[in-house]
């Protein structure tokens, strides 16, 4: 046995002799030979870890990529025939494109080093019946640990003496402390909800306590998350990277076809030699690869990531940024993501009557009474916060105290921290086990008892209440049943019920406290909630009309969450504890998240998270989960898209994690999914972009082989290289940053299945504006060739008279592709909705993208050097009338295309999704 089960601890009902005579301690803890024995026996209290990543494997895996293996094949068989040029560009392509992935990717597995930075250096034992502090990794299960107030707890332990607070929240998500004490088990049974236990990596905010070690290392919580954050396997290829993949060995199948099947074409039907067919070959295959696509697609997605970096959300992934465009269901955690984890008053009761404080940001004078300027004056003098003198309307302190005194001024109490103080006779500390603080404020005439804390206990210690005019009558069964009802609709609402009572007194001393806290009158109720951000309303609309759902997942209580959710427009109908999740079956969770759209699940376990994130997956959904603590990290690894905390975050949900909150708000991640889908339609623009052009490409090569060489070869493979690698990139790039179409986030998110190559895509591409430039562009050669007295037959090689006509009809097959390009540009910025709907000048990085484009085609065209490189010369001036028209007929056919179709279909702009939920 490693270690002693947390839950056998927790519910032992047996007196502590017993307790610590099972893991054989006793009352002077260990000593130094059996810490020795145990330490071989449990191990050091540290994490471990396993094996990371290997970044040359990772950098090789950019170089085999289908599509960079195909231009792996392209560069070897250019070598191979003698076109050395061609083949290092190609390779210098492959290159560049790998390491500018594996720079932006590549990232450390670090999360259990992070983990142990949640393990302290020091602890305080008892061993051999001495106090002393020793190095927290010789702990070991036995030993008596000393919790005292500021230090983080070592090892998994029950308390044996004392009570503490505890601030759990790096490992439950929990966003109040907790008190722990020793004595049985009051809370659920062998969890981390457990009244008498506490773990490692919590930290101690009060009190001071004795406890029994338990679990250490790998045996603890934090070393089972730490466990769970290493077996959780890799979240696999994203949507894009599959279809990028799926792409490229379509592209390789079509091009190693072609290739074959007019080979033997090439060289027995049309009689040409076998190097002439090789050339053949190679141009067919740098034709039919879009040399462009991989570092097109990864500047892209590197351009989305800065664009949401701008924006507050931090993607250290490249291919997440269209992972969250295809978002199905967001799990969202509570505190500081919905909310602003920032208490305020909502709500104020007293017998006069009850105020909405959240209504107004002021209190009239008909709310003004004697109950409300009593209650204000509880609130005022029994507090720890004090007002910021260079601010006034804020408050330094407890979030709670904080809000309190607020509402205390906005009640009109003098809320100055120094008349406090000189009134202030006795304080009595928040007690975490009697949930109550009290003061003793006045003058020795005027002398008051003001308490404040749980209405259940401050209840109990109320005799009376005070009334409207300011008289004091019991509180008798009929009046504690009223307030009662009170406090649980409030609480029902998910709202935090503070109840203030006060008593006239003679005079006190500090050691009487139950006597002090005794024959109160109570005053009121105030309600606090953490309020929701407000924008986070919109971003929850905006989700829902995008046809997502979005599921609370937290650590907080469900009727505080369910109440939170409702306010911001998660109309979630089911929540659902940890406990009751621990006992479900995965095919009765698979049947909850097919029959409730949204849901609420509360007080989860690490495993319980990274369950709902494997359930909803199997279930074909693309799934976000938010989280900032330790116990997320497991879900955050596992999920399509991790999201973390930038702020509240641990280092270790931020490890995990795919994308960073800079600012903590769900409104981020409304605009992230915005931004996956528009750099997801962006892609599919450009790659129609660059699939256009593949067949301009590749006909010329086609017509030298069908005329056995008859038609001398309308274009060179540097040529292509130059189109594909220099005119082409840079307004491909500038389709990668078009502005997001009207009705983007009106659409449900896209079918899995559904490719981001679609047969409308590629008819329209090869067959339609392809071939419209093809014809362009073969006509446009053949003009300036017939032109120059060229025949069927007549030689053009070089020093032949006829050489410098035929450089001038490539370049014009160059020149003339380039000129469709422009047209295509346009005409791929959308799918349907006509270029006067989007703007001519909306994307103005086209525009410059356009112009180098230009500028470089002339560059290759007039520069002597250039020219000798890729065999081209100035056409004849009067064809440029001509270059000029073929952008216009390239983006007018299309426009056509689109106005019919928006004739048949209807609008441009796509309908909202029909299962969009309405927000009200």
């Not at 308390?159 to 008190?179: A, F, K, R, W």
Request: proline share 5%; hydrophobic share 45%; net charge negative.
């Amino acid at each position: 046995m490693n270690s002693i089960d947390a839950g056998t601890v927790s519910e032992r009902r047996d007196p502590q002799e017993l307790l610590v005579g099972e893991l054989r301690t006793g009352p002077d803890g260990l000593d130094e030979r059996e810490v020795t024995r145990r330490l071989l026996t449990y191990g050091r209290n540290e994490l471990e870890r396993r094996d990371g990543r290997s970044w040359p494997r990772d950098l090789l895996r950019q170089f085999i990529h289908p599509l960079a293996l195909l231009l792996w094949v392209a560069a070897a068989l250019a070598a191979v025939t003698g076109s050395t040029a061609v083949s290092i560009a190609i390779a210098a392509v492959i290159v560049l494109n790998a390491i500018f992935a594996f720079v932006q990717e590549q990232q450390a597995e670090q999360a259990v080093e992070l983990l142990s930075r949640y393990l302290p250096t020091k602890a305080t034992v008892i061993r051999g019946g001495r106090r002393r502090e020793l190095d927290a990794v010789e702990l070991v299960p036995g030993d008596l640990l000393v919790v005292a107030e500021g230090e983080r707890v070592s090892a998994d332990a029950r308390l044996l003496h004392g009570t503490v607070e505890i601030d759990t929240s790096t490992l439950t998500g929990e966003s109040s402390p907790v008190v722990r004490t020793a004595g049985p088990n009051v809370g659920e049974s062998g969890s981390m909800n457990a009244s008498n236990l506490v773990f490692s990596g919590s930290i101690c905010t009060a009190g001071e306590a004795t406890a029994v070690v338990f679990a250490t290392g790998m045996h603890s919580q934090l070393g089972r998350i730490a466990a769970l954050s290493q077996n959780v396997g890799p979240r696999g290829d994203s949507p894009l990277e599959r279809e990028v993949r799926r792409v490229a060995w379509i592209i390789a199948l079509v091009s190693v076809v072609i290739g074959v099947a007019f080979l033997p074409l090439g060289t027995l039907a049309a009689g040409l030699t076998f190097s002439a067919a090789a050339v053949f070959a190679i141009g067919l295959l740098v034709g039919n690869v879009p040399e462009g696509l991989l570092p097109t697609i990864t500047l892209a997605l590197g351009a989305g990531v800065r664009a949401l970096a701008r924006q507050g959300a931090l993607v250290k992934r490249l291919s997440a940024v269209e992972t969250l465009g295809s978002t199905t269901v967001i799990c969202t955690d509570k505190t500081g993501t919905l909310t602003a984890n920032r208490m305020r008053v909502v709500s104020i009761w007293t017998t006069t009557g009850p105020i909405d404080v959240e209504a107004s940001a002021t209190v009239s004078s008909d709310d003004v009474s004697p109950t409300t300027t009593s209650l204000a004056e509880v609130l005022a003098s029994c507090t720890s916060a004090t007002i910021d003198d260079d601010e006034p309307t804020v408050a330094l302190g407890d979030p709670t105290e904080t809000a309190l005194l607020l509402a205390a001024r906005l009640l009109g109490a003098d809320v100055d921290a120094g008349r406090r103080e000189r009134l202030c006779r006795v304080i009595y500390r928040f007690d975490p086990s009697l949930k109550l603080m009290t003061t003793v404020d006045g003058t020795d005439d005027d002398l008051w008892v003001h308490t404040k804390g749980a209405p259940e206990s401050v209840l109990l210690r109320c005799t009376t209440v005070l009334q409207p005019d300011g008289s004091e009558e019991p509180l008798d069964e009929a009046r504690l049943a009223a307030v009662c009802e009170i406090i649980a609709a409030q609480a029902g609402q998910g709202l935090r019920v503070l109840a203030a009572a006060r008593r006239k007194t003679d005079g006190v001393s500090s050691d009487e406290r139950a006597d002090v806290e005794s024959g109160l009158c109570l005053v009121g109720l105030v309600a606090l909630l953490d309020a929701p951000r407000p924008e986070v309303a919109g971003a929850v609309a905006s989700c829902h009309q995008a046809g997502i759902r979005i599921l609370v997942v937290t650590g907080d209580l469900g009727l505080t969450a369910q109440a939170v959710a409702r306010r911001v427009g998660i109309d979630a109908d089911l929540v659902v504890s940890g406990s009751e999740l621990d006992v479900m079956s995965d095919a009765a969770l698979d049947r909850l998240l097919v029959e409730h759209r949204e849901i609420i699940f509360a007080r989860n376990s690490p495993e319980a998270k990274l369950r709902i994130t494997d359930a909803l997956r199997s279930l074909g959904e693309v799934v976000a989960m938010t989280g900032d603590g330790v116990n997320d990290a497991p879900a955050l690894k596992r999920a399509d898209i991790g999201i973390a905390m930038g702020r509240s975050g641990t280092d270790v949900a931020r490890d995990a994690a795919t994308m960073i909150l800079t600012d903590d708000n769900f409104a981020s991640i409304a605009v992230a999914v915005a931004e996956g889908r528009r750099v997801y339609e962006n892609v599919r623009k450009f790659i129609f972009y660059i699939f256009v052009h593949a067949t301009p490409e590749v006909v010329p090569f086609l017509l030298y082989a069908l005329s056995g060489g008859r038609i001398p070869l309308p274009l060179t493979v540097l040529q292509i290289l130059a189109i594909d690698l220099g005119t082409e990139t840079l307004p491909a790039l500038a389709l990668g940053r078009e502005p997001a179409e009207p009705g983007l986030m009106n659409r449900p998110p896209r079918p899995q299945r559904e490719g981001v190559i679609r047969p409308a895509m590629l008819v329209r591409a090869w067959l339609f504006l392809g071939l419209l430039s093809a014809g362009l562009v073969i006509g446009g050669y053949f003009f300036v060739l017939t032109s120059g007295g060229w025949h069927i037959g007549a030689v053009i090689g070089a020093g032949s008279p006829l050489h410098h006509v035929y450089l001038q009809a490539t370049t014009m097959t160059f020149l003339g592709i380039v000129a469709c390009q422009i047209g295509t540009a346009f005409a791929a910025r959308t799918e349907r909705a006509s270029l006067r709907q989007i703007g001519l000048t909306t994307n103005p990085l086209l525009l410059w993208g356009i112009a180098f484009e230009v500028t470089f085609a002339a560059a290759i065209t007039t520069i002597p050097g250039l020219r000798s490189i890729f065999g081209t010369t100035p056409p004849p001036l009067d064809v440029l009338p001509l270059l000029i028209s073929f952008p216009f007929i390239v983006w007018g056919a299309d426009e056509i295309r689109r106005s019919l179709i928006r004739r048949h279909v209807g609008s441009g702009i796509a309908p909202a999704a029909s299962g969009a939920m309405a927000v009200t």
